[in-house]
């Protein structure tokens, strides 16, 4: 049995993972170190199991279609004074299998069994299919 927990996480307005990836990029969206990280108004009551191995997977248009391992949670005081979670991640997104997911508000837990599966090397680099084919592809259970 897995000693972790993932986090599964929508990207807002976001087109595809070359979009996540170029946010990712921004000065806005990365720690004091560079590292990216996203900015939560909660704090993971699982953190420990989070980072003992966790990743943020990130679901765009519908279909979780990568993730990230989570390095660390930092304390983040925005500019109203209220202090939020940050998520701070390893550079890099790393594709997985399409998966299908309802929109939620906020993140939830994922456990490690439920995760998609990473897309082998040989697949990790190849232009990735419009989010809404990957999601109707999906849906029929062709991955």
Request: glycine share 8%; net charge positive.
């Amino acid at each position: 049995m897995a000693r972790y927990v993932n986090l599964v996480k929508l990207s807002v307005g976001t087109d595809d993972v070359a979009g996540l990836a170029a946010w990712q990029a921004t000065k806005r969206a990365q720690a004091n170190d560079g590292l990216p990280r996203h900015v939560t108004r909660m704090w993971p009551k699982r953190g420990k199991e989070i980072l003992n191995g966790g990743s943020i997977f990130w679901v765009i248009k519908g279909v979780i279609l990568c993730r990230q391992p989570i390095l660390r949670l930092d304390e983040y005081v925005s500019a109203d004074g209220i202090t939020r979670c940050a998520i701070v991640c390893k550079p890099g997104l790393i594709r997985v299998e399409a998966t299908p997911k309802r929109p939620f508000q906020g993140w939830r837990y994922l456990a490690a069994a439920d995760a998609p599966a990473d897309l082998p090397e040989g697949r990790q680099t190849e232009e990735p299919l419009p989010p809404e084919l990957s999601k109707a592809l999906a849906d029929i259970g062709v991955r």
